[in-house]
């Protein structure tokens, strides 16, 4: 079982702030994703990576940005937040074998004021 | 037209029931299929991954119709535990990502 981890799970936050969402693993997976979703809602994919230095932006259109420096991290930031990013965002990663299935990490809840 | 589609359900069956869960998808490139389930206000989990000639594990069994472009999740003596969101995955190998469908809740009750 693939180990992913995101911190911090719960954030509470104001209008404006600079928020980074940490998320990395340790099974030398070289696929990362960050998905969105909404409470009853279905995943978006918003960010996505296949190693490092590659970032490629997903479905979903983001005020996100993500950077891949190391394998193991995948941190997504955001500049300046605001209440419509009140979201769950769930970080995910896979190896690169065709059929290779996503392990999630458990999520951060981000409630924005 | 979504690229995966379910029915949202949501499913109410009593336990012991099967049940039964179709999903279709559009890119006929398509490559790879899985059924992930997901707890309310969890993150999703592998259920099972979905092969051409079709597997089992334990109580569940998946189908892949090629040529119809769905598949399907079978769920024989439902359990209360078996109550969750049960997501439809689809890998295209002309985005290189994986495109979940919305999910069809199942309630299983006593």
């Known amino acids: 079982e693939a180990d992913i981890y995101q911190t911090p799970r719960y954030l509470v936050i104001g209008t404006g702030k600079k928020i980074t969402l940490e998320c990395s693993q340790t099974?030398?997976?070289?696929?990362m994703y960050w998905y969105q979703q909404d409470p009853g809602m279905e995943l978006h994919l918003i960010h996505y990576?296949?190693?490092?230095?590659?970032?490629e932006k997903g479905d979903l259109s983001s005020e996100s940005t993500v950077s891949r420096i190391r394998t193991e991290h995948f941190p997504l930031t955001l500049e300046s937040a605001r209440p419509s990013h009140t979201s769950q965002y769930l970080c995910?990663?896979?190896?690169f074998g065709v059929g290779s299935p996503l392990h999630f990490g458990n999520g951060t809840r981000l409630t924005v004021t | 037209r979504k690229e995966v589609e379910q029915d949202p359900g949501p499913f109410n069956v009593p336990e012991g029931a099967t049940v039964a869960f179709n999903c279709t998808y559009s890119n006929s490139a398509s490559q790879s299929f899985f059924w992930y389930r997901q707890d309310c206000r969890k993150e999703p989990k592998l259920l099972m991954s979905?092969?051409?000639s079709g597997n089992e594990d334990g109580r569940f069994t998946a189908q892949l119709n090629r040529a119809s472009q769905y598949i399907s999740l079978l769920i024989r003596d439902s359990k209360l535990s078996d109550s969750a969101t049960y997501l439809c995955?689809?890998?295209?190998?002309?985005?290189?990502?994986?495109?979940f469908g919305s999910g069809t809740r199942l309630q299983v009750q006593p």
């Open positions: 979905v092969y051409s």
């Open positions: 099974m030398g997976h070289d696929k």
């Open positions: 995910a990663s896979s190896s």
């Open positions: 990576s296949y190693g490092v230095n590659s970032t």
């Open positions: 995955v689809v890998m295209d190998t002309g985005r290189r990502a994986l495109t």
